[in-house]
């Protein structure tokens, strides 16, 4: 790799104070590009990597993010990469993560871990502090249904997190009559204890939001019909997982 801090991403968009995209208060960054096609992705602008709005390299973003440590110390926050899904950018990945390291930040990659688990993936990984990682469904043909993809490199991406010891939370949107099977669900919770290094469960419920993205794109979006689960299957759904000793949120 040349300097660190000449590797331009493709950037989407910032957020400078997020709360939700791992612990504490954040600097996310979301790239674009995404090799899925998730029926109820809230950036489907995201999608193609060519769209990008912003094109930066990590010497002109890591001012900006400096700015933010007071933040992020106080907090017990840090830079986030998401998308669309960075693991689609790694050459940008691993420098931006080599340059907060050196400025001692704590980094969080958020992905649906759709990449084959090779030299520079493990690279990258080796500066994650945190994973948030996006499953569908453990059922593989409500995976594809949902992404448009198999199931099998989230899967071995899930198993070489857990090899690796990188601490991971797994996200989880449950959609009514898509995602939300009780066999699935209770499937999914029970191979999630077999991985060692999954320190809490996140269940969305699903809402519109980002129906009105899939319209401005003249995108098929298929849930146009589909209600958000009321609180209390969400809390069912949460009861499932909590049942296999999981934490959850």
């Known amino acids: 790799m040349s300097n660190i801090y000449d590797v331009v991403g493709k950037i989407h968009s910032i957020e400078t104070c997020g709360t939700v995209d791992g612990p504490g208060i954040r600097y996310v960054i979301f790239t674009q590009g995404c090799a899925l ?68 930040l704590h980094t969080t990659l958020d992905t649906a ?27 593989p043909d409500t995976f594809k249904e949902v992404a448009g993809v198999p199931i099998d490199k989230t899967l071995a991406f899930s198993q070489y997190l ?24 209770h499937a999914f919770a029970s191979y999630l204890t077999t ?3 999954v320190e809490k469960v996140s269940i969305l419920p699903f809402h519109q939001m980002g129906a009105y993205k899939w319209r401005q794109l003249k995108l098929e979006y298929k849930l146009n019909n589909a209600p958000t689960p009321a609180p209390e299957e969400v809390d069912r759904v949460k009861d499932i997982f909590r049942s296999y000793g999981l934490s959850v949120r």
């Open 37 to 104: 096609r998730c029926m109820y992705c809230h950036n489907p602008d995201t999608w193609n990597i060519n769209k990008s709005s912003l094109t930066l390299s990590v010497g002109e973003l890591l001012p900006d993010i400096q700015k933010y440590k007071s933040y992020f110390k106080a907090s017990g926050g840090g830079v986030t990469l998401t998308g669309g899904d960075p693991l689609l950018q790694r050459e940008f990945a691993l420098a931006l993560f080599k340059a907060c390291k050196q400025e001692g």
């Open 113 to 139: 871990g759709y990449c084959d688990i090779d030299d520079l993936t493990k690279e990258v990984l080796s500066y994650t502090d945190l994973v948030l990682l996006d499953i569908k469904s453990i059922n």
């Open 162 to 185: 857990s090899e690796a010891g990188i601490p991971a939370w797994v996200v989880f949107v449950l959609v009514p009559n898509v995602t939300d099977n009780e066999e699935d669900l």
């Open 195 to 197: 991985l060692k290094n």
